[in-house]
């Protein structure tokens, strides 16, 4: 007997995270803000994708309401089949620790850690022993050995954000979210960052978003979500700066096509 061919449900991986009908409300009356506006959107493992839009369009709030940061007013959210509406703080807190990888414009490091031991904090807060292959491949990848035993005050700005997303991927989570990785970053260093954020997809079939507002930023994602007043109204497949800034002035003719266009200018010159 010839076998059936799969059904969409067995032939399309669960993705890594996906939000449905996602609205978040900040405030009541005149003070109400809509943040998100009935959002549906799905994050593929293995995928590099970039989330941009103007000030205010909700972009930060989508990532942290996926990353289960913050609640949402309705709608859900799924780190792979788990809904995160259904958790108890704990609960929560130990999926974000053990599923979720987080990098920050502020690097969040222990001052009084080496880098390596901030690499390892999360499985050592969870009792748990890195699999000492894979966070040899993260080092390396990020090209961090000879600084390891230094303090963050004893690494450059670059060095440091590199130990943060060293310290995402070691537990080799199901997602990690980015929040402006190379904001504080000079020129070069941000380069540097962004090479390791696409090696790790390509090479170690990590999952990735992350909120940028550079349009060479976004280059390095495989796909750019758009957003405007708290709405995905866009999306691009393989994305080219150009095409990016192009796509943001439409948002924003007077004020948002030249501010990225400035923000990306730098870490273009620097990647040629």
Known sequence: MTPLPPTDAQSVPTPAARGRSLTKVFGEGDTRVVAL????????????????????????????????????????AFIGDVDLSTLDDKALTVLRRDRVGFVFQAFNLLPTLTAMENITLPMDIAGRKPDRDWLDTVIDTVGLRPRLTHRPSELSGGQQQRVACARALAGRPDIVFADEPTGNLDSRSGADVLHFLRRSVRDMGQTIVMVTHDPTAASYADRVLFLADGRIVDEMLEPTADRVLERLKAFDPDSGGERTAAAGDDTRAAVR
């Open 37 to 76: 506006d009935g959002v549906d959107v799905d994050f593929a493992r293995g995928r590099f994708t970039a989330i941009m839009g103007p000030s205010g369009s909700g972009k930060s709030t989508l990532m942290h309401c996926m990353a289960g940061l913050d609640s949402v007013t309705s709608g859900q």
